[in-house]
């Protein structure tokens, strides 16, 4: 892994130490008066930046047509899997992260224990391989490197991608007609849901394909980040340049548990044309973006 952040321009390198500062203090307090045992030896190990900041080739163009901005992508590592748990110890983080007036960057990160990162690595996961190859360490508890990763074959990572691209982009499709189909009977609360789920299947079938890996999250615009990180193409789907579509695809993200479970959970009609029409552009674009792939990793197997 690499330690230099010469590459990034010196205001995101101190949005970066802000994000870092954040996350101990809402970490720390997360653990506070915690009886358990695992709770009290609670510690982040290690905190890599990933993606498109740690490789370079970032975007920051939020005024663009399409409004595009690169996530600060983050691992976490902590000594415990109980830890990783986002709930009982990082939704505060991840909410002071949203608000924080002096970090202009989105930032998305994901949590694993040491144990279970190093087991990625041992089976061949190159999700994880890649962030040990590229990934840039913002801070680290000691110096205990990450296991060697073990390469898998291109015939084994054309067999998993298949896999998942198949699995993945058949419920997405699935979800989508049900979704439809509700909205056509005015069922604006199921239809909701259901573009949600098409939503969450589509990007994690791009993640799941291209990498091997696809976090356990039902957070779409965590989702739609990672998986933009990984190709391009799919930010036309769901353009960030005007406030309305903004806020229709936040009211789509909160439906995973509102709009099954709250009363007070509303969605227009037009909102769910809008998303009907881009969900649509953005499942042609997965699946551009899958084949292409697949079809790259047939030629290496060959």
């Not at 190990?45 to 163009?61: N, P, Q, T």
């Not at 983080?93 to 202009?104: P, T």
């Not at 199921?190 to 990498?211: G, I, M, P, W």
């Not at 353009?239 to 995973?256: K, S």
Request: with cysteine.
């Amino acid at each position: 892994m690499k330690l230099s952040l010469d590459h990034i321009p010196p205001r995101k390198q101190r949005e970066l130490e802000r994000v870092l500062q954040i996350l101990h203090e809402e970490f720390e307090d997360a653990l506070k008066g915690g009886a358990a045992e695992f709770k009290k030896r609670g510690r982040i190990l290690k905190i890599i930046l990933f993606g498109s900041y740690a490789k370079g080739g970032w975007v920051d163009e939020p005024f663009t047509m399409k409004g595009y901005r690169s996530d600060f992508d983050l691992l976490i590592i902590v000594n415990d899997r109980r830890l990783c748990d986002f709930a009982d110890y990082w939704h505060k983080a991840a909410d002071r992260l949203i608000r924080e007036k002096s970090i202009e960057t989105p930032v998305s990160f994901i949590v694993h224990s040491r144990r279970e990162v190093n087991t990625y690595l041992k089976e061949g996961q190159y999700f994880f391989s890649d962030i040990r190859k590229e990934g840039i360490v913002l801070y680290e508890l000691d110096d205990e490197p990450l296991a060697e990763p073990k390469p898998l074959t291109p015939a084994d990572r054309l067999r998993l991608a298949q896999g998942h691209f198949e699995e993945r982009l058949k419920a997405a499709i699935e979800f989508f007609d049900l979704a439809q189909h509700a909205q056509s009977k005015g069922f604006g609360k199921r239809a909701a849901f259901l573009f949600h789920q098409a939503l969450e299947q589509a990007y994690s079938c791009v993640l799941l394909t291209l990498t091997n890996y696809g976090p356990p999250s039902h957070n779409i615009k965590f989702l739609r980040s990672l998986a933009e990180e990984q190709d391009r193409r799919l930010a036309e789907a769901f353009p960030r340049d005007q406030h309305r579509e903004r806020a229709w695809f936040n009211t789509l993200n909160e439906a995973y548990v509102k709009a099954r479970y709250s009363k007070h959970y509303e969605i227009s009609a037009e909102a769910l044309t809008w998303l009907g029409e881009r969900t649509t552009i953005l499942l042609e674009i997965v699946n551009q973006v899958c084949c292409g792939h697949l079809e790259a990793l047939q030629n290496r197997s060959e």
